[in-house]
């Protein structure tokens, strides 16, 4: 599948109910951001409107290409990252969705980041989700299914879809992107299996070089006085893309560390800083360093529902281990 890099079970999972006369008019795809899940959603599209009948999506007729390029008159696609979807936009998408398919079978609609569509626009969506049309396919995604409602998800096929084996994203970097073998390693492995994100990150040519500086920053750290960290975190509250990449690193790095003080046979996120890891490791305890990555997690989620940004960064970095510098 071109377009397609894993998630191949959950294509044919629905190609096969479809086949046996079986089709949700609601599903609802799962998983971590940027695995693939609004790209799934395409393809899914693409199969519904593929004029081809085998295999499904083709990919090259009329109809697949144009549901990848946007262009289909019956596939609207709600995909504005970051950005909430709103009642407006809803009420016009039922407008469509009560109309017969222009050309195809179905009228599809793609509606991601589900969770960030504001109350309004969610019990909008409720009517169509209870009484959709026949015709009518709607395909949600979203990473926190627990910032949805109860009777979206309950109206909804459920996929939960799985970051990709490092190798495959390695792979797929290296082949459809034109990566270098050791730079396609690296983003791999930072990955965490999130195609998307490392494609992203190849394509910003910045972005390792931000990398770079919050790793300085990151080390540094440990060795920071109390008033070095608020101070640090007054400045990291002020930039909000900052502050979301540098959460996202945090992340990697302790979870590095509990890796190495575990003694866990798996592969590192952070490859090339293999040596410093286990140097830092030394300095912090087991539960030390699990304590960390549970405080990471639990404010980046807390940051999700606009909790005070300064006061939950100032809290997590004075939890954060001192150790003396070494001089």
Not at 68 to 78: A, E, K, Q, S, Y
Not at 191 to 202: E, M
Not at 252 to 259: F, G, K, V
């Amino acid at each position: 599948m071109g377009a397609l890099i894993g998630h191949e079970w959950a294509l044919q999972l629905l190609l096969n109910g479809w086949q046996a006369g079986r089709i949700s008019h609601a599903t609802l795809l799962l998983g971590p951001p940027n695995i693939g899940k609004t790209t799934l959603a395409r393809v899914i599209a693409q199969a519904l409107q593929c004029t081809a009948a085998n295999p499904m999506p083709c990919e090259v007729c009329s109809s697949c290409r144009r549901v990848m390029t946007g262009n289909h008159p019956d596939v609207r696609i709600l995909d504005a990252p970051g950005q909430p979807i709103k009642i407006d936009q809803v009420r016009e998408l039922q407008r469509e969705l009560s109309l017969l398919p222009y050309e195809g079978r179905w009228r599809v609609a793609i509606l991601s980041e589900f969770e960030r569509a504001t109350a309004e626009a969610a019990n909008a969506l409720l009517k169509t989700l209870e009484e959709p049309p026949s015709y009518v396919v709607l395909l949600l995604t979203a990473t926190r299914v627990d910032q949805l409602l109860p009777t979206i998800i309950s109206r909804c096929q459920l996929l939960w879809l799985r970051p990709l084996p490092i190798d495959q994203v390695q792979q797929a970097l290296i082949s459809r992107w034109g990566v270098e073998a050791t730079l396609a390693e690296l983003l791999a492995h930072l990955s965490g299996g999130r195609i998307g994100w490392a494609v992203s990150v190849f394509q910003d040519r910045e972005a390792l070089s931000r990398r770079e500086d919050l790793m300085e920053q990151t080390f540094n750290l440990l060795h920071r006085t109390r008033t070095q960290r608020l101070t640090y975190a007054a400045a990291l509250s002020r930039n909000p893309k900052l502050l979301e990449e540098t959460l996202m690193l945090w992340g990697s790095w302790w979870h590095d560390i509990l890796l190495v003080k575990a003694g866990a046979d798996v592969p590192l996120r952070n490859i090339d800083q293999s040596e410093r890891l286990r140097a830092q490791a030394q300095n912090v305890t087991l539960d030390e360093a699990r304590r960390m990555v549970e405080q990471i997690e639990f404010v980046t989620r807390g940051l999700e529902q606009n909790v005070n940004t300064r006061l939950a960064i100032e809290v997590l970095l004075l939890s954060w281990p001192r150790v003396e510098e070494k001089r």
